[in-house]
C-alpha cells in the first residue's frame, strides 16, 4: 500500500551513494590525468 | 486488560520518560553551570581555554536534550505544550533566547574577524548559565506551585476568539519568579549546576591549578546548593498540593498532598533517597578525599541527580496529582490523563522510544572515545579546531 | 484583552513564524548538502590516504561548524514558537503534529550531536574509520531530521491519517504511515534535500571560484569543484524531477495554491503552462483587470504537468471562490456556511452532551460530521480570505524554477570547464559561479514563499485557518519578541558572514 513512497523515499540514499562513486571515478581520472 | 487501563499504563509511560528527560537535562546543565565559572576556575588564557573546550565538547548534548525535551513532552502531553507555551510566554521566551545566544557562542568566541568580540560570547555563555538554570527550575517550579491560566475547550467553538487556554495574568509568565517557592528552586537548580560543573572539570581536566581552585568552589557552591535543595523539599512535603479525585476528576488542594505521595509511591521514595545519598557521597569524595577517588565525584552527584530530580517529577504527576495545576481554576488543571496525546499517538510513540537505549548506547561510545583522556594544557595548544 | 482576536495579533505572529522560519532556512540547506560533500570528500582521502584530501575535508569542515552552530540557534526557536505563537494549533493538531517533532529529536538531533564532536574533534582522538563514520553519520542525522520536520509540514498542507474528535476537541492521529509515508511528505523531503544539495554544491563551486581567481590554492579549488559539480548536478536534476512531484501533489491536494503559482484566475483546460508572465500591478480579485500584462505560454502544458493530462480542467482563482458547478467545485461561501454548521455543531453536541441529552447530541454529532470536512472555512469571514497573495507566489515560483533550470545548466559548464579546459583561464566562469551563490539562496528561500504563502490562510488545509490558531496574547507582545528576533538574528548573520569570509580567506590550512 505504501510501496511507491517507500521506493521513493529509498531513491535519497540510492542517489548519495551513486553521487560518491562516481565522484570516486571521475576524481580518479581527473588526478591520472593531472598527474601526467 | 482493557483500552482505559492500556492508556492509563502509556499516560505513565510517557511521564515517566518526559520525567526522565527532564532529570538528564538537569544533570546536563552542568554545561551551564560551568560557563558560569570560567573566570572563577580559570586565571590564565590557556586555563579559561581548557574549561571552554571541556564543556565545548558536551554543550551539544545539553541542548539537543532540551529540544527533545520539549518535542517529547509537545508529543506525549500536548495541552501542556500549548497551555504553557503560549501562556506562560516570556519565561518561555527568555529561556529560548538564552540558548539561542549559547548555540554560536563555543563557535564563534575566538574565530577571526569576531564582529562581536569574545567578551561578548563569554558574556552568551555567562548569560546561558544564569538565565538558562534560574528559569528552567522557575518554570518547573510551576508544577508544584500552579500558575494562573484557565482551559475551555468550548471556546474553539467561538470564531471571534477561539484560543481554547488563556493566561489570567498579564505578565505572562514572569510573575512565576515572585513566588519564593519558584525561585527558590531556580536558585537551587543554578547552584546544583555550578556544583556539577566543578565535578565534572575534576573529572575531565588535567592541571592541578584548575583542581585546587575547584575544591574550594566545590564548597562555595555545594553548601548553599545543599540548603537551598533542603528549603525546597521541606517546603514541598509541608506545602499544599493539587490532588485529583480519581472518581470524579474534580482537582481540590490537599494538605502535605506531595508527602502523602511520597509515602504512597515507596518506589518513588527509594529512588529519591538513593539520588539523595549518591549525590552527597559524590559531594563527600570531592570535598574531602584528596586521592584519585576526589575527581570521581561526578560518577556519584550525576546518577544521583538524575535519580533525585526523576522522583520529584513523579511526584508532581503521578498519584492522581496536577503535574501543571491552575491557581485562577483549578479545574482548568492538567493531569497526565486529561491534557495527554491520543492511545494511538502515545503507543505509536512507545514504539519510538523503544530506540532510545540505542540512542543512548551509540551517546555513551562516542563519548567514551572523545574522553578517554582528560583534558590538557598541552592539548589545547595542538589541537587546532579547539574552541 | 477584549474577547475578539485582534487580526494583527495574527499578522504579527505570521510575520515572527516567517522571519525566524526563513533566518533558519538561510542556513539549513548548506548544513544538508555539505556535510554529504564533505563525506564524500573524506572518503576519497580515507580510500587514497592522500593528504591532499584530508586538508580539503578539513576546510570545508571549519566552513560546516561555522554554518552549523547559527544552524542549531536558529533552530531551537521554531521548535518551541509552535507553542508560544501558535498555542490553539499545538492543541487543535498536537496529537499527529507532535510526534515527527519528537522523532526528530529521538532520531536525528542525537546522531548528529554525538557524531559530530568526533567529526570536530576527534582527527587524533580515534581512528580513520571511525570518524569517517562519524563524518557519515552526522550527515545522515541532519537529513534524517529534515525528513521528519517535512513529514510535519507536508502534514499541514495535505492532512491525512487523522480523525476529528469531538469529545477530546482535537485532530487524533488514526495511521502513522498515512503521515510519514504520504506521497506530499516523500516528495517534499525529496525536493528539500536535493535543492538543498543544489545550494551546497553552489557554494563550495562558488568559494572555490574565488580562490581561482585569487590564484590561490589552484589545485586544491579545481578539485574541490569538481567534486560538487558532480554532486550538483545528480542533485539538481533530481530537485527538478522531484519538483515535478511536487507541483502535481499541489495541483491535487491545494488547487488555490497552484492557481497563485501560475496566476491562473479564469480556470482551463488544455491549460498552457506561463513560461514568461508579468502580472498585471495592483491586480485585485474582484476587479475586472486582465490578470496579465505578458503571458509566454506553452499550450496545454499546465494540464499535463497538474493531471498527466493535457485537456484536464485546472481551476483558476475564480472557479475556486465562486464555485463551479460543471466541474463540481463549490463555492467558498458555501463551504463557509458548512464550516460554520460544523463549528455550530461541534458546540451544540458539547453542551448537549454535558447537559446528558443524547438525542440532540446524536443529532449534532452527525451534523459535525457531515460537514467537518470544511471545518476550517467557518472561521472566515470573507470568501476572499481564502486566496493567498498572487503576486508573491507567482513571483516566487518562476524565480525558483527559473534558477533551478540555470543551476543545471551551470553545474555542466563547470563540469566540463575543469575536465576539458582548465577552467583557471575561464575568469568569466569563475566570477558567474561566485555570483551564483547568492542565486541559490534566493531560489532556496522563494521555494519555501510559495509552499507556506500559497497555502494562506490555511495553517491546516481546510481544516484550520491561521486566525483560529494563534496563542492568547497582546499584539505588543509578538511586536516585541518580532523585533527582539530581527536585532537578534540579523546581528548572529552579521557576525557569521564576517567569521566565514574570513575562514574562507585564511584557506585550507597547511
Known amino acids: 500500500m505504501y510501496t511507491t513512497s517507500i521506493i521513493h523515499l529509498i531513491t535519497w540514499p540510492i542517489l548519495v551513494v551513486i553521487a560518491y562513486f562516481i565522484i570516486a571515478y571521475v576524481i580518479k581520472k581527473y588526478e591520472q590525468k593531472e598527474g601526467k | 486488560m482493557n483500552g482505559t487501563d492500556t492508556y492509563l499504563l502509556l499516560q505513565q509511560y510517557w511521564w515517566v520518560i518526559v520525567s526522565l528527560l527532564g532529570s538528564i537535562l538537569v544533570f546536563l546543565m552542568f554545561v551551564q553551570g560551568g560557563q558560569t565559572l570560567i573566570y572563577t576556575l580559570g586565571k590564565t588564557t590557556n586555563e579559561q581555554k581548557m574549561l571552554v573546550n571541556s564543556l565545548g565538547r558536551k554543550w551539544e548534548l545539553t541542548f539537543t536534550t532540551l529540544v527533545t525535551f520539549g518535542g517529547a513532552f509537545f508529543a506525549s502531553f500536548p495541552l501542556f505544550y500549548s497551555t504553557s507555551f503560549g501562556g506562560a510566554y516570556w519565561v518561555w521566551i527568555a529561556i529560548l533566547l538564552a540558548f539561542v545566544v549559547q548555540a554560536v557562542a563555543y563557535e564563534y568566541r575566538t574565530k577571526p574577524n569576531n564582529f562581536f568580540g569574545s567578551k561578548t560570547y563569554e558574556a552568551f555563555l555567562l548569560i546561558n548559565g544564569i538565565l538558562g538554570t534560574i528559569l528552567i527550575g522557575t518554570a518547573v517550579a510551576t508544577f508544584f506551585t500552579g500558575s494562573e491560566f484557565s482551559v475551555d475547550k468550548i471556546r474553539l467553538t467561538n470564531p471571534g476568539s477561539p484560543v481554547i487556554s488563556r493566561w489570567e495574568g498579564p505578565a505572562h509568565g514572569l510573575e512565576a519568579a515572585l513566588n519564593p517557592q519558584n525561585l527558590i528552586l531556580g536558585l537551587t537548580i543554578f547552584f546544583l549546576a555550578r556544583t556539577l560543573a566543578i565535578l565534572y572539570f575534576m573529572n575531565n581536566i588535567k592541571d592541578d591549578q584548575i583542581l585546587s581552585r575547584s575544591r574550594k568552589h566545590l564548597w562555595y557552591n555545594a553548601m548553599p546548593f545543599v540548603v537551598l535543595f533542603l528549603t525546597f523539599v521541606i517546603w514541598l512535603m509541608l506545602s499544599k498540593g493539587f490532588a485529583v479525585d480519581p472518581v470524579t476528576n474534580q482537582v481540590f488542594l490537599e494538605d502535605y498532598k506531595y508527602f502523602h505521595n511520597l509515602l504512597s509511591m515507596p518506589v518513588v521514595l527509594i529512588l529519591f533517597l538513593a539520588g539523595v545519598v549518591l549525590v552527597l557521597t559524590g559531594l563527600y569524595l570531592s570535598l574531602l578525599r584528596s586521592n584519585k577517588h576526589g575527581r570521581k565525584g561526578i560518577w556519584l552527584t550525576g546518577p544521583g541527580t538524575i535519580l533525585a530530580v526523576l522522583s520529584l517529577l513523579l511526584l508532581a504527576g503521578f498519584n492522581h496529582t496536577a503535574y501543571y495545576p491552575s491557581t485562577y481554576d483549578l479545574q482548568s488543571s492538567l493531569t497526565i490523563t486529561n491534557s495527554s496525546s491520543s492511545i494511538y499517538t502515545l503507543r505509536t510513540m512507545f514504539i519510538v522510544s523503544l530506540i532510545v537505549p540505542f540512542v543512548a548506547a551509540y551517546i555513551w561510545y562516542a563519548w567514551r572515545a572523545m574522553d578517554k583522556k582528560p583534558i590538557t594544557g598541552a592539548e589545547m595548544e595542538n589541537d587546532h579546531h579547539a574552541y | ?510
Open chain 3, 1 to 510: 484583552m477584549n474577547d475578539v482576536l485582534d487580526l494583527s495579533l495574527v499578522d504579527w505572529s505570521r510575520a515572527q513564524f516567517a522571519l525566524t522560519a526563513m533566518y533558519h532556512w538561510f542556513f539549513v540547506p548548506l548544513t544538508l548538502g555539505i556535510t554529504f560533500i564533505i563525506a564524500i570528500m573524506e572518503t576519497i582521502y580515507v580510500k587514497t590516504g592522500s593528504e591532499a584530501w584530508k586538508k580539503a575535508t578539513r576546510f570545508w569542515m571549519t566552513l560546516f561548524a561555522i554554518n552549523f552552530a547559527i544552524g542549531v540557534a536558529t533552530g531551537i526557536i521554531l521548535e518551541f514558537e509552535f507553542g508560544t505563537n501558535w498555542s490553539n494549533y499545538s492543541w487543535f493538531v498536537g496529537d499527529i503534529f507532535g510526534a515527527p517533532l519528537a522523532i526528530e529529536g529521538i532520531m536525528a538531533f542525537f546522531l548528529e550531536t554525538a557524531f559530530i564532536a568526533i567529526m570536530f574533534f576527534g582527527w587524533d582522538k580515534v581512528g580513520k574509520k571511525f570518524h569517517l563514520t562519524a563524518t557519515w553519520l552526522t550527515a545522515i542525522g541532519t537529513n534524517l531530521s529534515a525528513l521528519w520536520i517535512l513529514v510535519a509540514n507536508a502534514w499541514m498542507q495535505h492532512p491525512a491519517g487523522m480523525y476529528f474528535n469531538p469529545d477530546t476537541t482535537r485532530n487524533e492521529m488514526l495511521n502513522f504511515w498515512e503521515v510519514f509515508l504520504s506521497p506530499v511528505a516523500i516528495n517534499k523531503f525529496l525536493h528539500t534535500v536535493f535543492s538543498s544539495y543544489t545550494l551546497a554544491a553552489i557554494f563550495v563551486i562558488g568559494v572555490s571560484a574565488w580562490f581561482i581567481l585569487k590564484k590561490r590554492n589552484l589545485a586544491f579549488a579545481k578539485k574541490s569543484m569538481l567534486v560538487a559539480a558532480i554532486f550538483g548536478i545528480i542533485s539538481s536534476l533530481y530537485m527538478a524531477v522531484t519538483g515535478d512531484g511536487s507541483a502535481y501533489e499541489v495541483a491535487q491536494k491545494q488547487p488555490m495554491k497552484l492557481a497563485a503559482m501560475e496566476g491562473l484566475y479564469e480556470g482551463r483546460s488544455n491549460g498552457g503552462l506561463t513560461v514568461f508572465g508579468i502580472l498585471t500591478p495592483g491586480k485585485q480579485y474582484d476587479d475586472n483587470k486582465e490578470p496579465f500584462v505578458v503571458n509566454l505560454q506553452i499550450p496545454n502544458m499546465l494540464s499535463l504537468l497538474s493531471y498527466r493530462d493535457a485537456k484536464a480542467f485546472v481551476p483558476g482563482i475564480k472557479d475556486l471562490t465562486e464555485g463551479n458547478p460543471e466541474q463540481g467545485i463549490p463555492a467558498t461561501r458555501e463551504k463557509m456556511e458548512q464550516g460554520k454548521t460544523a463549528i455550530a455543531a461541534l458546540k451544540s453536541y458539547k453542551l448537549s452532551k454535558e447537559a446528558g441529552d443524547t438525542a440532540a447530541a446524536n443529532e449534532s454529532l452527525a451534523a459535525l460530521q457531515d460537514n467537518f470536512k470544511y471545518f476550517g472555512y467557518g472561521y472566515l469571514n470573507d470568501p476572499k480570505d481564502n486566496i493567498p497573495h498572487v503576486s508573491l507566489v507567482f513571483y516566487s515560483f518562476r524565480i525558483m524554477v527559473l534558477l533551478g533550470f540555470y543551476f543545471i545548466f551551470f553545474f555542466l559548464l563547470i563540469i566540463y570547464f575543469v575536465q576539458v579546459k582548465d577552467v583557471a583561464r575561464q575568469r568569466w566562469l569563475m566570477r558567474l559561479a561566485v555570483f551564483s551563490i547568492p542565486l541559490a539562496y534566493i531560489a532556496s528561500q522563494a521555494g519555501w514563499m510559495v509552499a507556506e504563502m500559497g497555502r494562506q490562510p490555511w495553517v491546516i488545509q481546510d481544516i484550520m485557518p491561521t486566525v483560529a490558531a494563534v496563542s492568547h496574547l497582546d499584539t505588543s507582545s509578538v511586536q516585541i519578541t518580532f523585533w527582539l528576533f530581527v536585532i537578534l538574528f540579523t546581528s548572529l548573520l552579521i557576525a557569521e558572514i564576517k567569521i566565514m569570509t574570513r575562514q574562507i580567506k585564511i584557506g585550507p590550512k597547511e
